[in-house]
């Protein structure tokens, strides 16, 4: 005779955007065990003005679940300090993370009770498997291609299930982190240095691409300073354990310090040496541009969008990651406490 399915809740970290109605209806919808709870935390930042509502989360989507929902607020701390506020009100054995973007498949519940019946009690995490969908006919964007990157991530929490008490031993996630970035890498290598195993399931998810306008990648360059953080946290390797990519820092602080060398050189009159040390900040920019541009889909409009933000992103990446470096110098181990 098998036994029970393992009681879960699901969490759902979000800022009311209208991707949570469909992320909700696609749960209810699913066949296999419901969750004994799903609590929403709403993480818009601050209280509305005096007299104004803030316009109410979906719940209706979540169909014949509404009355496993429960509502919470976390102020605008970002999404770990939201997690953390979701997770204070979970009862359930298993927690269930998901982000407000994502869809889970028609069997998804079913995939998931078959994870977790899995998992042997030395394992704290199963990771959902995410796919990402590209458009047909035109190779994808750069900001796509971003976004297809979680196909190959460890530990995204855009569908992750921990045990609730793993997640509580240590601390939950690290509110330093304030962006949907690292924070979940973090949280991962505690719990593997705790001593709990994390493996990946069968479940399925869909992720889609959400929409961008052209100076998105500059904005996620504040994720600099959260590696800033990681690095001061669990070392240089951090990279290698996390199985991440290391990205251009190093080649985006050469080309940050050549153009800055340029600037100085010419304002002290020495053209000559301005002249070389300009050329190779051009050199090194032009590298980048084409990197990000070959692989398509080389539309006008995103040519013009690569090479715009390519002369911009070295400067950015550099300044966030130097910011980080001064922010975090003394930072210690989360204790689960405030920041």
Request: charged letters at 25%; one cysteine or more; glycine letters at 10%.
């Amino acid at each position: 005779m098998s036994s029970p399915p393992a009681p879960y809740a699901v969490v759902v970290p979000t800022i009311g955007r209208p991707c949570l109605a469909d992320c909700l209806r696609a749960l209810a919808a699913g066949e296999g065990p419901a969750p004994a709870r799903v609590v929403l935390v709403d993480d818009r930042p601050g209280e509305p003005p005096p007299g104004e509502c803030p316009a109410p989360l979906p719940l209706d989507a979540l169909g014949p679940l509404a009355d496993r929902a429960v509502a919470l607020r976390s102020g605008g701390r970002g999404p770990a300090a939201a997690r953390n506020t979701g997770l204070r009100a979970v009862q359930e054995p298993w927690t269930v993370l998901l982000d407000d973007d994502v869809r889970v498949g028609p069997a998804w519940r079913a995939e998931l009770a078959r994870d977790l019946a899995g998992a042997d009690p030395g394992t704290g995490g199963v990771q959902g498997v995410l796919r990402v969908p590209l458009p047909d006919g035109r190779p994808p964007t750069d900001w796509e291609r971003n976004t297809a990157g979680l196909e190959r991530a460890l530990w995204a929490t855009a569908d992750m299930a921990y045990r609730t008490e793993a997640l509580r031993a240590v601390g939950g996630f690290d509110e330093r982190f304030p962006r949907a970035f690292r924070e979940d890498a973090d949280l991962a290598l505690r719990l593997i240095d705790a001593g709990w195993t994390i493996r990946r399931g069968t479940r399925r998810t869909e992720h889609p691409v959400r929409p961008a306008d052209r100076w998105v990648s500059l904005r996620v360059q504040r994720g600099n300073a959260d590696d800033a953080l990681m690095a001061r946290l669990h070392g240089p390797d951090w990279w290698e354990r996390a199985a991440a990519p290391r990205g251009r820092i190093r080649r985006h602080a050469a080309i940050t310090t050549a153009g800055a060398l340029a600037v100085v050189l010419a304002a002290g009159g020495r053209r000559t040496a301005a002249a070389c040390a300009a050329g190779a900040w051009l050199l090194g920019t032009a590298e980048f541009a084409r990197a990000r541009i070959a692989p398509g889909p080389r539309t006008r409009d995103e040519v013009v969008t690569m090479a715009l933000t390519s002369a911009a992103i070295p400067v950015l990446a550099t300044w966030h990651r130097l910011a980080g470096e001064v922010r975090h110098r003394s930072a210690g181990c989360w204790n689960g406490g405030g920041a």
